[in-house]
């Protein structure tokens, strides 16, 4: 069983920064894959980025990349995603989640979720 509680996310104007934490508790949390997510108002929810259990493979939607970047501190049992040149079609719901599988970028592909933390960007 793993939890996983994200912080971080607030109002930022456009073309600013945020970054976002995911704090994971649970004994088997090193050995999952995680991932960022993200759900707009009337939207699905989709992939952003995910990170290997190693830390060593990091994986990201085309839409973040040379924006967004994951990372990991498995000695703190945290996730991290590292928000850049924010623009309004960012703003969303952001999830922190834990697969078991490397490189999966569908919801259904992962185990376990937080609440969710909202980021809004402001034009």
């Known amino acids: 069983q793993v939890q996983l509680v994200e912080s971080g996310g607030g109002l930022v104007q456009a073309g600013g920064s945020l970054r976002l934490s995911c704090a994971a508790s649970g004994r088997t949390f090193s050995t999952y894959v995680m991932g960022w997510f993200r759900q707009a108002p009337g939207k699905e929810r989709e992939f952003v980025a995910a990170i290997s259990w190693s830390g060593g493979s990091t994986y990201y939607a085309n839409f973040v990349k040379g924006r967004f970047a994951i990372s990991r501190d498995r000695a703190k049992n945290t996730v991290n995603l590292q928000m850049n040149s924010l623009n309004p079609e960012d703003t969303a719901v952001y999830y922190c989640?834990?697969?078991?599988?490397?490189?999966?970028?569908?919801?259904?592909?992962?185990?376990?979720w937080g609440q969710g933390t909202q980021v809004t960007v402001s034009s």
């Open positions: 989640a834990a697969g078991a599988v490397p490189g999966r970028t569908r919801a259904r592909d992962y185990d376990y």
